[in-house]
T-cell receptor, first 112, second 113 residues
Framework: GQSLEQPSEVTAVEGAIVQINCTYQTSGFYGLSWYQQHDGGAPTFLSYNALDGLEETGRFSSFLSRSDSYGYLLLQELQMKDSASYFCAVRDSGSSASKIIFGSGTRLSIRP | GAGVSQSPSNKVTEKGKDVELRCDPISGHTALYWYRQSLGQGLEFLIYFQGNSAPDKSGLPSDRFSAERTGGSVSTLTIQRTQQEDSAVYLC???????????FGSGTRLTVV
């Protein structure tokens, strides 16, 4: 079956850098996505990696290594508003018509 | 519309009653998902519609759950004979092509008492 693993909780200090890791097992691979969800809110799309390497979008970057079945989300210059849950997600096969599976989420808490 | 719209936003129902949850995806989006999220938990896949293809129903937890998508647009998730364990937030998401960048609705919080 397909599975994703990510830490359940991470704590960091305002202004610092934090990395949230995600390892996955799928029968095929069609890209790794990241979503952010604030308490009581809906998940919002952050980034997508289909190929190896780093994708940067402002303070957020996402990395993928397909050979290691591993990716991470890097958040820089942390702000209190970044306190949220972060989910990695993959398709469960190598087909673009297959469903997307989410990890259990990493709750990021930021201290002043 | 500008975003994915779900209704109702909150629903309290008695155990054993049927409920219908509605999702209006972004106009033109061919892919539509239903997920379920219990408090503090991850997103549990329920069902996936992609264009005119047969839906992927592999995530529906029991035969009490069903979903339709009419005209490739609005979708309805129906839960029959609700149980307390059905209490959760039900999220709908849509995407233009089904590849990436899904937009989620605000969800329906279902409470079965």
């Amino acid at each position: 079956g397909q599975s994703l693993e990510q830490p359940s909780e991470v704590t960091a200090v305002e202004g610092a850098i934090v990395q949230i890791n995600c390892t996955y097992q799928t029968s095929g691979f069609y890209g790794l996505s990241w979503y952010q969800q604030h308490d009581g809110g809906a998940p919002t799309f952050l980034s997508y990696n289909a190929l190896d390497g780093l994708e940067e979008t402002g303070r957020f970057s996402s990395f993928l290594s397909r050979s290691d079945s591993y990716g991470y989300l890097l958040l820089q210059e942390l702000q209190m508003k970044d306190s949220a849950s972060y989910f990695c997600a993959v398709r469960d096969s190598g087909s673009s018509a297959s469903k997307i599976i989410f990890g259990s989420g990493t709750r990021l808490s930021i201290r002043p | 519309g500008a975003g994915v719209s779900q209704s109702p936003s909150n629903k309290v129902t008695e155990k054993g009653k049927d409920v219908e949850l509605r999702c209006d995806p972004i106009s033109g989006h061919t892919a539509l998902y239903w997920y379920r999220q219990s408090l503090g938990q991850g997103l549990e896949f329920l069902i996936y519609f992609q264009g005119n293809s047969a839906p992927d129903k592999s995530g529906l937890p029991s035969d009490r759950f069903s979903a339709e998508r009419t005209g490739g647009s609005v979708s309805t998730l129906t839960i029959q004979r609700t149980q307390q364990e059905d209490s959760a937030v039900y999220l709908c998401a849509s995407s233009l092509t089904g590849d990436v960048g899904y937009t989620f609705g605000s969800g329906t919080r279902l409470t079965v008492v």
